[in-house]
């Protein structure tokens, strides 16, 4: 049985945050609350994975008339994208995925192909494939940045609330080109537009660090940039892709390693154990966002334009990486899963379900949530994951080495907006087959956080590796060898 195609993965997904002042203790097992958490109906949510980061072959490439540079370039299609929309996804839904997303980007007059050729395709492949759902939408070209997933809500204006926001703000639609679209007020402007529509969008940032030219040291994207973001349109500008895509870098079309392949195509900067340095780094960026108390969340996509078995460098949409949404199979929920967190991530079908709860007394709360708490109460901790025993579709059979626990304070607003650190973050426990119960596929383990007094966060990640931390990923790394998922965190609050 391929670990990818196990179904109706109905487990509940529940993280948990603590502060702790004192030390805490871990045994494997789920307490009785949290048992009852992780297993009930919870509004008959479920494990969904899916991919917010594909591109079809309406990611078009663009040829000038050298004779007349204002004429309207001509439009090529298939030349960046290479397949379909039905075609990536069948190839979704035949590699797990229960939801998708279209995300193709621009150049000029984009929006015009969106809106007359690329929605009516998508209208087709929705009747084609119905077994996943398909969302609309496009990597935006990022005014002041890079590239962003743009996902518009399922309703009967779609196809008009993207043309809408492309049109007037992505900054290489208009022709001949506007410098002004490519500055980060305009992107700040297109963020207040967002979160006053009638159905927000859900903005996420694409391969944030791929510009970086070192450790700390930003391109395209940075700290401060989005702070300012997520302070215009903070249901709108949720969090970034944790794990980017081509991560297929590195394998020739023969599955032989190509010693010069950089996973994600980060070049200047690599990758950490696959993930993006804003992820990866342990009280890094990502944790200082967190240490903020922040709604900043984290995903993986496969970045998909042209598969590897075809010459290319991208995974199958599903195919190595899934962002695993806890909702109803119902587009709004799914959405609304990504927007409030409810979200853990995997590479290599390293795990299919990942349930962590924080409770105290009769009160629990789930990845994305928050719990509330007396000052000096006790939080425990429980993480109850599933580590599937089939082959993944590198034919591997990768089993969880170790799970970590990680917390961290949430101290508010930093003072300085570029920062990228929370010196308060740490790992505080490591879990391996001796402090875990296993029954199967399942693992359980849990963790008390004693004496809990001060606002923090929690999170959990996991590898099939021996590494502590995850590694600088070299040159030509197989990546089917190096394996991590990663949940959103917990917060826990501190009642007054």
């Known amino acids: ?191 207040r537009h967002m979160r006053g529509q009638a159905t927000p969008p859900v903005v996420i940032a694409n391969h944030p660090s791929r510009s970086a030219k070192d450790v700390g040291v930003w391109g395209r994207y940075s700290p401060e940039e989005f702070r300012n973001w997520n302070d215009t349109a903070p249901e709108v500008a949720v969090g970034m892709e944790g794990a980017p895509g081509h991560q297929a870098n590195a394998l020739n079309p023969d599955g032989s390693q190509d010693p010069e392949g950089a996973r994600g195509g980060y070049r200047n900067s690599p990758t950490w154990g696959g993930f993006d340095q804003m992820a990866a780094r342990l009280g890094g960026f990502w944790d200082s966002m967190l240490g903020e108390g922040r709604r900043w969340w984290i995903t993986a996509t496969s970045d998909s334009h042209y598969n590897w078995r075809d010459g290319g460098s991208d995974f199958w949409p599903g195919e190595y990486s899934k962002t695993y949404v806890r909702a109803r199979a119902d587009q709004t929920d799914i959405l609304e899963g990504l927007r409030t967190g409810r979200v853990f991530v995997t590479t290599g079908d390293l795990v299919s379900e990942l349930d962590v709860t924080a409770s105290s007394g009769d009160a629990h709360a789930m990845i994305g949530g928050e719990l509330a708490v007396k000052p000096g109460q006790d939080v425990t901790i429980s993480i109850r994951l599933r580590d599937p025993a089939g082959a993944n579709f590198g034919g591997r059979t990768p089993d969880v080495a170790r799970v970590d626990l990680i917390r961290g ?71 089917w060898s190096d394996l991590w998922f990663y949940s959103n965190p917990i917060f826990i609050k501190i009642a007054k």
């Not at 001949?176 to 963020?191: H, Q, V």
């Not at 505080?428 to 923090?456: I, S």
């Open 1 to 191: 049985m391929i670990k990818n195609l196990l179904a109706c993965v109905a487990v509940s997904g529940i993280l948990a945050t603590g502060a702790f002042a004192h030390e805490g203790h871990s045994h494997g097992g789920l307490t009785e609350g949290a048992a009852a958490a992780a297993h009930g109906d919870e509004q008959g949510r479920r494990w969904l994975s899916g991919d917010h980061h594909i591109h079809t072959e309406y990611s078009a490439s663009y040829e000038m008339d050298p004779a007349d540079p204002a004429k309207p370039p001509k439009i090529l299609l298939g030349k960046d994208g290479r397949y379909s929309i039905q075609r990536n996804a069948e190839m979704g839904a035949a590699h797990g995925l229960s939801w998708m997303v279209v995300t193709d980007h621009g150049g000029p007059t984009h929006s015009k192909l969106n809106h007359d050729e690329a929605y009516p395709a998508l209208l087709k492949s929705r009747e084609a494939v119905p077994q996943i759902l398909q969302f609309y939408g496009m990597e935006f070209d990022t005014p002041g940045g890079d590239h962003s997933s743009l996902i518009i809500p399922r309703t009967a204006a779609e196809r008009e609330q993207l043309y809408d926001i492309e049109s007037k703000w992505s900054r290489r639609d208009p022709h001949p080109a506007d410098p002004t679209r490519d500055e980060e007020s305009k992107m700040i402007e297109a963020l």
């Open 409 to 479: 304070d949430v101290t508010g607003p930093v003072a300085d907006r570029t920062t990228s650190h929370n010196p308060t973050t740490q790992v505080v426990q490591r879990f391996d087959a001796g402090q875990w119960q296993r029954d199967g596929e399942v693992l359980t383990m849990t963790y008390v956080l004693k004496n809990v007094r001060g606002d923090q966060y929690v999170r959990v990640r996991g590898t099939n590796t021996g590494d502590l931390e995850p590694p600088v990923d070299p040159r030509g790394e197989d990546p």
